[in-house]
Nanobody
Framework: QLQLVESGGGEVQPGGSLRLSCEAS????????IGWFRQAPGEEREGVSC????????NYRDSVKGRFTVSRDNAKNTAYLQMNSLTPDDTAVYYC?????????????????????WGPGIQVTVSS
């Protein structure tokens, strides 16, 4: 059974940092892109970042560029989202998702329908 589980969320003050992890299980290979998405209360889900299966392509939405860094360790079946300089606007439930249909060198975070396995999500709250 394919499964993704996020960890590392929590509450942090503005300007603080968190590192989210996304652990995959049940996959027979690491040939899938990982996307990170978030949904704030009352808002639609939005794509945040993605990383291709071979880590050659990293993409970020404009509002997180320079603050967030996506990475993955295929040997550990785990992807990461390092989030620095957090602001209250980053408060949301964060999800990781696996997209096996992407070529190994490509990913996109603006096409969530191409991701077919999703984690349950984890809360990130930025508040003073």
């Amino acid at each position: 059974q394919l499964q993704l589980v996020e960890s590392g969320g929590g509450e942090v003050q503005p300007g603080g940092s968190l590192r989210l992890s996304c652990e995959a299980s049940g996959f027979t290979s690491d040939n899938y892109a990982i996307g990170w998405f978030r949904q704030a209360p009352g808002e639609e889900r939005e794509g945040v970042s993605c990383i291709s299966s071979n880590s050659d392509m990293l993409n970020y939405r404009d509002s997180v560029k320079g603050r967030f860094t996506v990475s993955r360790d295929n040997a550990k079946n785990t992807a990461y989202l390092q989030m620095n300089s957090l602001t209250p606007d980053d408060t949301a439930v964060y999800y990781c998702a696996a997209g096996p249909k992407f070529p190994h060198y490509y990913c996109s975070y603006w096409t969530p329908w191409e991701y077919d396995t999703w984690g349950p999500g984890i809360q990130v709250t930025v508040s003073s």
